[in-house]
Nanobody, 123 residues
């Protein structure tokens, strides 16, 4: 089982980035996937999540309307399009596979994690 997050970088306030999470090694894809982020000295927070079919998506209030999560099961990838970025979005972003096909905000409900990708938004 492997998750590989990519797409982070340095961007100015108001800019955009697109993160990708490639997952492999699963016997089936009947699970939800979430994106989390962790800033230095802070807890890991839920950002967005998507169910297997992509029919249900969830966002934290802090990113709602700016971020969009999508999923391509044929390519085993989940993407997070981040627009109108703010300095407070600066963090390491992680993708994770949930215990079931349900999006929940608690990190403990996610079994497998990618290595994280750094997003830095300059003011």
């Amino acid at each position: 089982v492997q998750l590989q997050a990519s797409g982070g970088g340095l961007v100015q306030t108001g800019g955009s980035l697109r993160l990708s999470c490639a997952y492999s090694g699963f016997t089936d894809d009947d699970f939800a996937i979430g994106w989390f982020r962790q800033a230095p000295g802070k807890e890991r927070d839920f950002v967005a999540g998507i169910t297997r079919s992509g029919g249900s998506t969830y966002y934290s209030d802090s990113v709602k309307g700016r971020f969009t999560i999508s999923r391509d099961n044929a390519k085993n990838t989940v993407s997070l399009q981040m627009n109108s970025l703010k300095p407070e979005d600066t963090a390491v972003y992680y993708c994770a596979v949930s215990r079931a096909n349900t999006v929940v905000p608690g990190p403990s409900e996610y079994l497998y994690w990618g290595q994280g990708t750094q997003v830095t938004v300059s003011s």
